[in-house]
């Protein structure tokens, strides 16, 4: 049987919900296996088959979703990582220990730079599979909002991305000694004493998973409905950059424009959104004047996918 290490709680007291032995991690063997990663990978999985579903309804070939997959789970955490390290360079010591960058162990990935990484990856997949990018995005986007979706629990099993202190109804209590000391900030340092061993903080894993659970219903209703290819895609930017956008303002462990105070993650999400909503409005107009194609779902069937022999006849 697997070993359960790092046994710690997790409360939230004005919700009446305490958490007992919350493992970091497990044992099978000699094998320690982070529950960070566990849970990393099942929302990747679960979101390469949302897409797969959801191009199988809308006519699509749900194996360019499978092909690309691996590819857009690659790039994304290069440019994850490589967006953190850039705004983290003098915070982590990066310039000191060069080595260290490739040690995700530590953690340290960015979802805008791998949001930039996925859509350049994308960008050429398409080129290559000679494939339409906005339709293929418009679909890859429900992949993306369900892995983040479920990606974002695996940072309560870390103890890490909450906010500053607070006694609100969702307020979460987190022992001390599980988490970073960077992350503490003054609001939550001025609430600590002696006498306890827990931080109260706000749950912003929590806030962005729910926020998104509605982006995701959003898009969803979209999906036969919608006028043009690329549209659920903007429903995505501009959802996850307004809520990226607030979420972040209550967050501890932000990164910053070198010398300033500004949070890179907010300038990232106002300016996703604006663009987003602004070509929303701009596509809703050129729909209406006819000179951009709307779609008609009606016309479009159901992918049926073939047997591996019905292939080879056609060809």
Request: proline fraction near 3%.
């Amino acid at each position: 049987m697997p070993d359960i290490m790092g046994k710690m709680d997790i409360a939230f007291p004005h919700l009446g919900i305490y958490l007992h032995n919350v493992p970091k991690s497990f044992t099978i063997g000699n094998f320690s296996i982070a529950m960070y990663g566990v849970v990393i990978a099942i929302a990747m999985l679960c979101g390469i088959l949302l897409a797969g579903r959801i191009a199988r309804k809308t006519g699509q070939n749900p194996d360019l979703y499978w092909d690309v997959a691996i590819w857009l789970i690659v790039f994304s955490v290069i440019g994850a990582r490589t967006f953190y390290v850039i705004f983290f360079w003098d915070q982590g010591g990066y310039g000191e220990h060069p080595l260290s960058i490739f040690n995700l162990r530590q953690g340290g990935l960015a979802i805008a730079g791998g949001i930039i990484g996925g859509v350049v990856t994308l960008l050429i997949y398409t080129r290559i599979k000679k494939q339409n990018l906005l339709q293929m995005m418009d679909t890859a986007g429900f992949g993306l909002i369900l892995g983040q979706i479920i990606g974002r629990w695996a940072n309560f099993f870390n103890r890490e991305v909450f906010g500053r202190w607070t006694d609100s109804l969702f307020a979460m209590r987190l022992p001390v000694e599980m988490v970073r000391e960077r992350d503490i900030d003054a609001t939550i340092a001025a609430h600590m004493s002696s006498s306890t061993n827990y931080i109260q903080v706000h749950p912003t894993f929590l806030y962005e998973s729910l926020w998104n659970i509605g982006v995701l219903l959003l898009m969803l209703s979209l999906v036969k409905k919608k006028r043009y290819h690329g549209q659920i895609a903007l429903v995505y930017f501009a959802g996850y950059g307004i809520g990226r956008t607030w979420i972040e303002l209550v967050r501890t462990d932000q990164l910053y424009f070198t010398g300033t105070t500004i949070p890179v993650n907010c300038v990232f999400g106002i300016a996703v959104a604006a663009v987003s909503i602004g070509l929303q409005i701009t596509n809703a107009r050129r729909v209406r004047q006819g000179e951009l194609a709307a779609i008609d779902f009606s016309e479009v069937p159901e992918y049926v996918k073939k047997t591996v022999k019905e292939r080879k006849e056609e060809s």
